[in-house]
């Protein structure tokens, strides 16, 4: 067992949950051991948001020059350290390296750019006049306190739930997915530097920790990236006091691809859509209808696609997904197959690889008319 540790982040401060309690998070290349984190529960949330309460009263009042400064000092510090955050996010998703470093870092830092010119460019727009006399006017203002929940397929990119909440002037107070906390604790940690205490903060934990981040009573607007069961319960919470809520949840992306269409151009961009990311994303490609003109040809280009399409370890230049983030994942992935109809065939792939790790082989089902790839976004 590693003696990689991540700690919470509340009020400038590196602690560990106010009971003491930890739980392991797990190296999915391999499924075992690589570190602990807090267990948090509702005193370490509390005293969350107690600091996020502190800090609001100065940084309400900070101007957008102010913010916009600091978050460019963010992004230029992300730069700056973004081998460390690739090795980082890699060992805690087993997302291939150079995913990493092309698809997730460069628009992470450009999340924080953007919103740092979005500070200077909030505006007050006229109310027209209503009382003789009077002028009136629509003034902006923070929110005050948001709560943040974020998932495990993406936790670096969750930049763009963090970047407009500091560029408006509130105050955070988030939690990462159990599974995936590494790179959201070292990004607290380095804003710190840059932030007044108490501005982001950041507390580890499994569901209950999540609840406690909904329901408490001072956060405005509770914002959360997750399942469409998970996104009921908050819109649930959020409504008995009235606060605001942001939801972005799972759901379907399915392809239709007609007679007309150019079945190996189709198969190729669809299977690239797919697979990335081991397919663990609300976009992924993951239902595809044909035609019944070229539905045996496309399926037979795809079946291909997935054939020469490789998963493995995060450091092959070659592999364009690694494992699954965790074994609930797993389980639900070959559970798809393992259910299947008596009607659908496994075209190709089917099978978890190698006997370490949460790896699942490229896997095309046929279902009469209809294509489906198994890997299908499920977020906790």
């Not at 400064?69 to 087993?94: H, N, Y």
Request: aromatic fraction near 6%; include cysteine; proline fraction near 6%.
């Amino acid at each position: 067992m590693s003696d990689t540790r991540f700690r919470n982040v509340v009020n400038g401060e590196l602690l560990d949950a106010a009971p003491g309690e930890t739980y392991d998070v797990l190296d999915p290349t391999t499924g075992e051991v690589y570190a602990s984190a807090p267990r948090s529960g509702a005193e370490d949330v509390d005293r969350a948001y107690q600091a996020a309460s502190t800090a609001f009263e100065t940084w309400r009042d900070s101007t957008p020059s102010d913010r916009q400064k600091a978050l460019l000092k963010i992004a230029d510090a992300l730069q700056s350290r973004s081998r460390e955050f690739v090795d980082v996010e890699s060992r805690d998703t087993g997302k291939p390296i150079g995913f990493t470093v092309d698809a997730e870092l460069p628009p992470a830092i450009d999340h924080l750019r953007f919103f740092a010119g979005a500070a200077r460019v909030l505006e007050g727009k006229s109310a027209g006049e209503y009382l003789k006399d009077h002028t009136s006017w629509v003034r902006r203002e923070p929110i005050g306190f948001v709560g943040q929940v974020t998932p495990w397929n993406y936790p670096l990119m969750m930049i763009w739930k963090i970047a407009p909440a500091l560029a408006d002037g509130n105050c955070i107070v988030l939690k990462p997915s159990d599974t995936t906390p590494a790179s959201t604790t070292l990004f607290a940690e380095m804003c710190q530097e840059f932030l007044p205490p108490g501005v982001l903060n950041v507390v580890t934990g499994d569901r209950d920790a999540g609840r406690a981040v909904v329901e408490h009573p001072i956060p405005q607007l509770v914002a959360i990236t997750g399942s469409v069961r998970a996104g009921m319960e908050v819109a649930a919470s959020a409504a008995k006091q009235v606060k605001r809520v942001h939801l972005e949840l799972g759901g379907k992306a399915p392809v239709i691809v007609f007679d007309d269409a150019d079945v190996e151009a189709a198969a190729e961009g669809i299977a690239g859509a797919g697979y990335f990311n081991a397919g663990q994303d609300c976009a992924a490609a993951t239902r595809v209808i044909a035609g019944p003109g070229v539905h045996s040809d496309f399926l037979a280009a795809l079946t291909e696609q997935a054939r020469n399409t490789k998963t493995g370890m995060p450091d092959d230049e070659e592999v364009l997904y690694g494992p699954l983030n965790n074994a609930d994942q797993l389980d639900h992935v070959s559970g798809m197959v393992d259910r299947l109809p008596d009607h659908a065939t496994v075209s190709a792939g089917g099978r978890r690889q190698g006997a370490k790790g949460y790896f699942y082989e490229p896997t095309v089902l046929n279902h009469r008319s209809v294509t489906l790839l198994n890997h299908r976004l499920v977020m906790s």
